[in-house]
């Protein structure tokens, strides 16, 4: 049967391809999830796609031929129902801290009936005695992974799995007092084209490590080579080292060092252009305590917009800072921004550094003293400096003198 009630042949066409699927109850593709349904003495034929993908989303349409030809158009949309981890996807934990996860259905266009926690391979959703609990929704809509007291072999990859849904994981690190380190300092500017080299290592450990991993921002990188990364791993796990012999301004970001069981250790490293940041003014300050440091940032020289501003004093981002007693104000532009402090003390003495995102950075040295004034004294240390060398110049000169007259006098007598 390949007729409507008055006839008239039925088929079903999809768009994007002008492909003919059916016609009639006839399925002309050789994709066999879909195929056309009617009920006798029905006027509705519908189009069943099994197993419905991603890729089936777009626009259908049913013909009649009628003359002119009668048609219908539908848009599907295909959504993909997946479970969410809330926080980041990397977990690093002390042994005896808590772990709590939490994870819920979304974009699902069905009710789950079921949802499993998965530590590695294994199914926890029962391992009650080895002190994991889980609650579960009754719709299966969301569900609460929690740990009381974690122990090192809670470490590993922890997956949330909802039935007919993409699952979710999060990568859990529960170290000890060891801890990985990277030589030099913790945040590192370069411009593009320069080396990137960092060094890591592995102290205090009692046991060997089984791996040492390095993170770009979340993402495991020991195998880019393609993106221009060399990772070399002594075969113990206790050092590795990580090299950019070309730097590109993707190359920006955090790079962490993961040893199994141990503490990590990350760097931040900016890769920045021709342009640049500026502070308005000296680039020492000296203030006494009390009074008000204001500095005035702006980028210059930048041909795409800034992403970020950040202050930094010595090493720490302190945007904010406020308990501190520190107010950063920034433009939504991300062209200027202004660090004040109303009454300095004496831990506000540091380097402070503006660094807006891909440039290169700017810095400011800041002297908070009490006492004399250390710019005089300075000062006066020079002046007295000069007046000593005047001093020695001038007796100097009267050695020559003295010297040259001896000299000329002893020749004239032997002329004699």
Sequence with gaps: MEQDGSGKKVSWLRKKDYHLLTVGLTTYSSDERFSATHLKHSEDWTLQIKFVQLRDAGVYECQVSTHPPTSIVFHLSVVEARAEISGPPIRYLTPGSTLRLQCRVVQNTEESEYIFWYHDNRMINYDIDRGINVSTEQDFQSSELTIQRTRREHS????????????????????????AEISGPPIRYLTPGSTLRLQCRVVQNTEESEYIFWYHDNRMINYDIDRGINVSTEQDFQSSELTIQRTRRE???????????????????????????EISGPPIRYLTPGSTLRLQCRVVQNTEESEYIFWYHDNRMINYDIDRGINVSTEQDFQSSELTIQRTRREHSGNFTCVASNTQPASVLVH???????????HGHV?????????QLHMIMIIIATGYRIFHTSVYMKIS
């Design 368 to 378: 908070i003293f009490k006492g004399d004034n250390p710019a005089a004294m300075y």
């Design 156 to 179: 590993g990859n922890f997956t949330c799995v909802a039935s007919n849904t993409q699952p979710a994981s999060v990568l859990v690190h529960i170290f000890k007092e060891a801890r």
């Design 251 to 277: 190359h920006s970001g955090n790079f962490t060092c993961v040893a199994s069981n141990t503490q990590p250790a990350s760097v931040l490293v900016h890769i920045f252009k021709e342009a640049r940041a």
């Design 383 to 391: 002046g007295g400096s000069t007046k000593t060398m005047q001093s």
